[in-house]
């Protein structure tokens, strides 16, 4: 068996996902010498299958090859953006040649998502871009040649049902998981209707009440999916449904006259139970007592256990330490269901932060004679411990009375604005406050 060998490297421009490639791609035979393809093999595959690489490779068996055209196949298989690396070698069975690939798929494969395409099924839509994408199941790269077949293809099959719009992507995240996002654009989808089966604590009728700002926009999933843990879930966690959720709407389209090329949309709800507060853990806090978080928390044993309630106290758990100095503590809460008693415990885990002393009062935008008056009436002293409850004390007294006071000498009926800002200092432990006058 003879071998001759070349090494070829290639840097491949970062695309959207700003993916480096590095592919060293070894052939056994020489760039001139030409043999017939009689297997090919594929090493590292994973995700892929061994038919849908040599599809897109471009490669036969059968065919007559030499380097150039293997380079030619590598190079296929890389733009696709499903190969992170690669390289290949031949060698001699018979008088046929066996190339076998050394594969190394991409680490990052986005589920994709189809996030308004109401005129077509799923099966449909899949069906369309395995024309030509036939690798394709249901993921993609986020970098590489593959999202704009997908695109293209999505595209072709909008202007075959004579649909006006532009398909467009994007990577897409949120707070637990990364998708790849196909939206068509310029498409005019209202929402006629909203269903929420599933729903009983709280009436279907007050649920479409609160999601009508969905009726004013064109349908979206991924908006609508957006909109519903924000002004649609506070429905339910503050009757204690602290475990309810809404599944992925989904859209059927409307038929009738009066709302032409609109949607009717669905979205199930598993409303869960309604919960009683059991009791409060509190880890990590130093400064204030348990009674003290406790007070301030303002939930009590058999209370409903109000979502809305809970987060308001919260705040004011924050605010309690704002008072002694601590302006950064976090609060990282979780729960614990007990289903048989309908009970809630809330553990929270508490990093309380340094504490921070009174800097300087800086006034600015005043002449100094009232900017020496308003100082005056500013009473936490130098190296005090900081209460962010006087500040708001402050604003609501002696600033307000000054600010109407100067406005009254003026005669002049020009309104003041005054911005309040606190600048904390880490190295210093210390807050100044900055009043300006604009």
């Not at 060698?91 to 994709?112: C, D, K, R, W, Y």
């Not at 007990?338 to 005043?366: Q, W």
Request: charged share 20%; glycine share 8%.
């Amino acid at each position: 068996m003879t071998k001759l060998t070349r090494l070829i490297s290639f840097r491949r421009r970062p695309a959207a996902a700003s993916l480096l490639a590095l592919v060293c791609l070894a052939a056994s035979i020489a760039a001139q010498q030409q043999q017939t393809l009689g297997r090919l093999e594929f090493v590292g595959l994973k995700r892929l299958t061994r038919d849908q690489v040599i599809t897109m490779s471009g490669l036969k068996v059968g065919q007559v090859i030499n380097g150039a055209a293997l380079d030619t196949a590598a190079s296929e298989l890389l733009k696709t953006g499903m190969f992170r690396r690669l390289s290949y070698k031949v060698h001699n069975a018979g008088n046929q040649a066996v190339v076998t690939f050394q594969v190394e798929e991409s680490a990052i494969s986005l589920p994709v998502v189809f996030e308004n395409f109401v005129w077509f099924t799923d099966e449909e839509i899949v069906a369309a871009v395995r024309k030509d994408v036939v690798f394709f199941s249901g993921t993609s790269p986020a970098s590489g040649e593959t999202p704009d077949k997908i695109a293209a293809a999505l595209q072709h099959l909008l202007n075959e049902k004579h649909i006006a719009g532009q398909v467009d992507y994007l990577p897409y995240v949120s707070k637990d998981k990364q998708e790849l996002l196909f939206t068509v654009k310029g498409a005019h989808i209202p929402v006629c209707s909203l269903h929420f089966p599933g729903a009983a604590a709280v009436s279907e009728a007050d649920l479409i009440k609160a999601a009508q700002p969905l009726f004013k926009s064109d349908y979206s999933q991924k908006d609508t999916m957006t909109f519903l843990p924000l002004n649609l879930l506070p429905l339910y966690r503050r009757i204690g449904n602290l475990r309810a959720e809404f599944q992925p709407p989904t859209a059927t389209l409307e038929t009738g006259a009066q709302c032409g090329g609109g949607v009717n949309v669905t979205i199930p709800v598993n409303e869960g139970k309604s919960y009683r507060w059991a009791k409060s853990v509190w880890d990590g806090n130093d400064k204030l007592t348990v009674e003290d978080l406790g007070t301030a928390l303002g939930m009590n044993p058999g209370d409903l256990a109000d979502g809305l309630k809970i987060d308001a106290g919260l705040k004011n758990v924050t605010k309690a330490y704002g008072k002694r100095g601590f302006l950064q503590p976090t609060i990282q809460p979780s729960s614990e269901f007990d289903d048989a008693a309908s009970l809630v415990t809330y553990s929270f885990k508490i990093n309380e932060g340094p504490r921070y002393f009174m800097g300087d009062l800086i006034i600015t935008g005043l002449p100094p004679a009232d900017a020496a008056d308003l100082k005056s009436k500013w009473t936490l002293g130098n190296n005090a411990v900081f209460d962010e409850s006087y500040l708001d004390q402050f604003r609501q007294g002696p600033l307000r009375e000054f600010v109407r006071a100067m406005m009254q000498r003026s005669r002049t009926g020009m309104r003041t604005n005054v911005e309040v800002e606190l600048r904390p200092n880490a190295q210093r432990l210390t807050v100044d406050v900055v009043i300006a006058f604009k």
